[in-house]
């Protein structure tokens, strides 16, 4: 069934309002409630369905300017469920304001699933894995008509703001949840655009990733603009070995396509496709601080590093262990797509084949094969800490890698993960980026820390920071620290650089012999502004011994640790793995973790 799109009314204050159109009526309704403000777009009202779509008018005829947006539902539609309507913006054509930077043709604004709006938060994660973007929010909090008043737009540019309830709402509720403000004098053409030649409105560098996550053909040049400068010449398209990368692009793609894969999962194996030849350091520091954000980088830094291991023989009574731990760091649907894609010879071609065997068998091939027992558990264990959750939940991923509960059987994690539900456990927070990248600032301003161990200020107490000749009694000095202060229980940061996974791993064994909460806070950074900070640094490395770390740095993997920070330039958790509030991929994890830490702050727990 089609449905038409009802007419916004427009705020009081919306200077467009002309005597044709709608007004909303008092806004007693908005009171009180949350609301999102988003710029409103100027271009053709569209609706999607799975099998089709419609402009405003349910019947509206071919015009060149939605051969574009017919495409884009055809690649979408088999993700839209039957009775759902994606509802937005058709911007192909360029109306009475031209855009020349848009990150696609098409923005959705709203689901619908029959007759009810999703909520806002909904309505993004769904449009997300479709690859539809969403207009930009300029304001969002509990409705206040002065606040909104104040909202300055540039009206040579942006059409207006659209302002919305958070929480979704029924179609008979639209006039009373939704409403405009419009710029005076909005259509400033002579010509109607249906009847003037279609100028297409400029796309800008993020379309690329845009277009993948639709599930359009990935363009490599396009996807490394969009990415910026990589400091290697690894996706060159240019010359022979520039070809042949494509080529392993296409093959990549095919298979994560042929898996089912959509939205920022398609996003993250094609990257990985394009990226593989970078090393996973640099890979993560350049797409944090790029346009896909931190959440994106570390599946892709994972993607890339882990998918070699699938192309080497594998003790097969140790392969579904192994199998799991990696679903902590990497969708294995699109990790096998990647091995199969990359492989280099009929050997790597088969061991690829035999573990996809194994994961299917052991149901482990889907995006996020552990949501069940993770959301089950995640509801059992509900006004827990956050400390106390998180190993909850490594535990019971650790029981079900082993086989000994299923996944599931909430009762039987549940009873696997009793002993650490009291919280009483020690926890280490271990730091972990080159010199320079802000991990030791941003250790010392974590609240709740008991003890802070720096291997600095161990060289410092024996004379001097800079003297590297006793780093064996310093790190000896150090772990002996550690374990006393572990075992007076509390948490722990221990300040290094903890480059490596044998670096790591000396904090590790001690954390595990006390049975410690290990939370890895990685930071990642950009090697420019990594060369930049030392310089003006109290204390700077030589830019050998920096070079020499940024060449060994291989960023600890998602579920490694039992539960994992991913800290940006800014200094901040950007995003999480390992969490009980949120899954594998963790989109989205770094608000579920805010939400826990400060139930906990105002139970008066620490954060850990």
Known sequence: MRIHYPRTPHLPWSPGATADDVRAVGLAALAGREVVVTEKLDGENTTLYADGLHARSLDSAHHPS???????????????????????????????????????WFYGFSVWDGEHCLDWDRTVRFLSGLGVPTPRVLWRGIFDERALRRLKLDTARQEGYVVRTVAG?????????????????????STHWMFAQVVPNGLGPAAPLWAVRSGAEADVLGLSAALGPSGTDATDTTDATGAADAEE?????????GAGRTG????????????????????????AAGPVGMGIARRVCDLVGLYPYLQRSFPDEDRRAGLVRMAAAADLGVLHALAGALTDGPAARECVEWSALCAEEAGLLGPDPLEALRGGLSEALAGLESGAADRCWAEARRAFGQGRISGSAVEEAVAATWQWREGTFPRLVQLCGPSGSGKSTFGRELPGVDTYISLDDLRTARGSRADQGANAEVLSEGLDRLDAALARG????????????????????????????????VVLVEEA?????????????????????LRRFSPPYAGRAHRTWYIGAAGVVEDTAGGLAAGPADTGGQQGQGRAQRQDQEQGRGPY
């Not at 692009?249 to 396509?257: K, Q």
């Not at 480059?499 to 410690?516: I, Y």
């Open 169 to 189: 709402f029924a179609l008979e509720d639209f006039g009373r949840c939704v409403a405009k403000w419009v710029r005076v004098g909005h259509v400033q053409t």
């Open 66 to 104: 939605r051969a574009w947006v017919k495409g884009l539902q055809g690649r979408i539609g088999p993700g839209i469920p039957a009775g759902w309507r994606v509802c937005g913006e058709n911007l192909y054509a360029r109306h009475s304001i031209p855009y020349e930077d848009l990150d696609s």
């Open 529 to 549: 502004e990594l060369v930049r900070r030392n310089g003006v640094r109290p204390h700077p490395v030589p830019p050998q011994v920096l070079a020499s770390q």
């Open 490 to 521: 509390g948490t722990v940061v221990w300040d290094a650089t903890s480059l490596t996974d044998q670096q790591r791993g000396l904090a590790g064994s001690v954390a595990r012999r006390r049975d410690a909460l290990v939370t890895h806070a």
């Open 249 to 257: 692009v296409a093959e990549a793609v095919a298979r994560i396509d």
């Open 264 to 287: 920022e999962d398609r996003l993250a194996g094609v990257l990985a496709a394009v990226l593989h030849r970078e090393p996973r350091a640099r890979i993560a520091a350049r797409l």
